[in-house]
């Protein structure tokens, strides 16, 4: 990723780029949002995924690129992003690359030993249409909450055999797409910031281990309260979470299961937004107890 970007920005600098730091100390208004599906609906269906929707319809032949850059607002001016601690200066330009590139590389390791790739909060299914360019020859399925998201992947994939979006709620007791699959599938899960749309992760944690005989890895790019530290940028991380209502939960609630290995738990791989960047989390089921 730092080769795409032109220079490091200091700490100190952040407030230029961003409005969030005079927001988490109280220097504007904030209203703390209660984070449950009536929000989601309004933040995403009623407003971003809407505004994919007009788009498409009103850019007849656009693809599922086109309504990606307009969902990054793109061309725009060049955005603060971060890796590993440090902020950096790239032009927006390289925003979708990076973001794709980042998908690719993750999960390229653990694509091998799998048939079936599932996303949960996918959106319109950006991701899964960039990955099964890149690993053709499996089945692509996601589960999202907006249904405008959903009609739009319908739209953008149609004639796909191999890629499909369903109508899904993290809050359900059991998850259709995995009642589906026969029980020898091999399902690399992911999700990619919509843990972070649950102020607590513990319910998806339940209700997604009941398919632990299907499930080969679990990888996460998500918000991960816990990994944050005590400097100023963690300080102002664990903030950004908590004026979201973001869940601050799910590295205590994985690490706290006998039943389950963590292969990594990385903090900070990406930040398109520097307050709210992707740890990277990945775990497997231990089936021996799982079964017994
Ligand atoms: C920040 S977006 C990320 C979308 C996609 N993963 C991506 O990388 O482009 C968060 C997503 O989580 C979805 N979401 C939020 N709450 C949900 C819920 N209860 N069930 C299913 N999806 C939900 C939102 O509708 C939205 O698509």
Known sequence: MEKYTSRVIPLSELPKWSRWPARLLNLVEWKVPT???????EEYDKNVYLHCVEYFHSHPGAT?????????????????????????????????????????????????????VIELGCGYGYNLYVLRKEFPGKTYIGGEYSQNA???????????ADLR???????????TMFEKLPKTAK??????HSIEQLPSAKKFVETVMKYADRL???????????????????????????ANDYNRDIVGLLTGRTDIEI????????????????SVI???????????
Not at 263 to 278: A, T
Request: charge should be negative; proline fraction near 6%.
């Open 64 to 116: 599922a690129d086109d309504v990606r850059a307009q969902e990054f607002r793109l061309p725009r001016p060049p955005v603060c992003v971060s890796r590993k601690n440090v902020l950096y200066e790239m032009p927006s330009e390289h925003l979708m690359t990076v973001d794709n590139e980042m998908l690719i590389d993750l999960l390229r390791p653990y694509m091998k030993d799998v048939d079936t």
């Open 282 to 292: 990945v775990w497997q089921p231990r089936i021996s107890v799982v079964r017994s």
């Open 35 to 41: 984070r449950d599906v009536a929000k989601v609906d």
């Open 263 to 278: 292969v990594r738990n990385d903090p900070d791989e990406y930040g398109e937004n520097p307050l709210n960047p992707s």
């Open 165 to 175: 979006i369903e109508q899904f709620n993290y809050y359900d007791d059991t998850y």
């Open 216 to 242: 080969v890895t679990v990888l996460h790019m998500e918000v991960a309260f816990e990994n944050n530290g005590d400097d100023l940028l963690g300080m102002l991380r664990k903030r950004y979470v908590t």
């Open 187 to 192: 399902v690399l899960l992911f999700t990619r």
């Open 150 to 160: 959903v009609s739009l992947a319908a739209e953008l994939y149609k004639g796909a």
